[in-house]
Nanobody, 126 residues
Framework: QVQLVESGGGLVQAGGSLRLSCAAS????????TAWFRQAPGKEREFVAN????????YYADSVKGRFTISRDNAENTVYLQMNSLKPEDTAVYYC???????????????????WGQGTQVTVSS
């Protein structure tokens, strides 16, 4: 099973940018679908973005479309989430998740994933 470690979170002003990293160990991202989720205090965990291994197709939540970009560097065995034009409502703990890619799943639900990182805090001040 892959182990995931997120990094790159921090405090940023509204309108600023951050890049989160999700490094894998134990195996590569080969054959895996990978996603970012986030959870704000008092709220349920929500899907942010995913990238499929089989097609490299990316899917984004409407709330981040046009501002966030998910990417994968196979040589570095790392998945990134570039976050631009950050808003206070983006404040949350961000989690990386991975699972064996499958044609039969859309990988936008946390229940689709068996491997999770510990999370990294992103705080956007107004």
């Amino acid at each position: 099973q892959v182990q995931l470690v997120e990094s790159g979170g921090g405090l940023v002003q509204a309108g600023g940018s951050l890049r989160l990293s999700c490094a894998a160990s134990g195996r590569t991202f080969g054959g895996l679908a990978t996603a970012w989720f986030r959870q704000a205090p008092g709220k349920e965990r929500e899907f942010v973005a995913n990238i499929r291994w089989s097609t490299s197709v990316r899917y984004y939540a409407d709330s981040v479309k046009g501002r966030f970009t998910i990417s994968r560097d196979n040589a570095e065995n790392t998945v990134y989430l570039q976050m631009n034009s950050l808003k206070p409502e983006d404040t949350a703990v961000y989690y990386c998740a991975a699972a064996t890619d499958s044609y039969y799943k859309n990988f936008r639900n946390g229940a689709d994933f068996g491997s999770w990182g510990q999370g990294t805090q992103v705080t956007v001040s107004s």
